[in-house]
């Protein structure tokens, strides 16, 4: 990662600087857009590298203009998935449902516009003012502070921010029965996977409902692919949940264990 705030620290040297070193590492990690980091930043970056992504595209999931920024596709994918879930454990469709979304950038704002018009009721928070005012006035979005979003008496939380939000200090405050959404790495360890499920809250690994980012890079390198085939390939996040959920229930462990257990189990068969 870039340490730095990058409304204020970001330069093109320090871009460059990014690219020689991913370029270091011989094709072992290879990154694209994500918090702070934008098209014009990556295709700086690939200047010095050639294992960026998101540079350009010729797909885009939610019929917008393709620029490279999978954040259409993460949030299509997280859509997805949340309605999986609201399915699985609520029994029902959206309308009506209550979503606290932590975080109203490029992923969060999407999902809300999607949810929104399925009838969700919509809680939204950021450290930001742009994106919340947007969705009060486009959305019908209730803003709340930061501090408050993971412990309000909604159904859904959707942590669309920085990492660790779930942790030993928010998790006895939270009342939602679902947390799905696109931040990396929500759990602060990997044991309060369990300590979810002891709570009667199911959990969206995180890995899974935001892979539609992942996928949109993969289609972006086919020429014989599309918007259409993109998104059937996203909606399949919602099936892989389910499956997640029903075999957790059968083996009684945490559904973060359990979708670990299928990835590895899938790379030793496809490996």
Known sequence: VIIGDPRKVKTDDMM?????????????????????????????????????????????????????????????????????????????DLRGVKVAIQG???????????????????????????GLARAQEELGATIVAPEEILSLPVDVIAPCAMGSSINDESLPDIRAKIIAGAANNQLARESLGTALKEKGIVYAP?????AGGIIDIYHQKLDDSSDDAMRAHIAKIGDTLVEIYQRAEAENRATNLVANQIAEERFTTQG
């Open 104 to 130: 109203m950038g490029h992923v969060g704002y999407r999902l809300a516009k999607q949810l929104h018009a399925e009838g969700a009721q919509l809680y939204v928070a950021d450290i930001y003012p742009e």
């Open 206 to 210: 995180d890995y899974v409902i935001n």
């Open 16 to 92: 460059r600087a990014m690219g020689r070193f991913v370029e270091s590492l011989n094709g072992r990690y290879i990154t694209a857009e994500d918090s702070g980091i934008s098209v014009e930043n990556l295709q700086v970056m690939a200047t010095q590298s050639s294992h960026i992504a998101g540079t350009s595209a010729q797909y885009n999931a939610l019929g917008e203009a393709p620029t490279g920024n999978p954040a259409p596709s993460t949030a299509y994918g997280v859509f997805v998935g949340l309605k999986a879930t609201v399915q699985h454990v609520l029994k029902s």
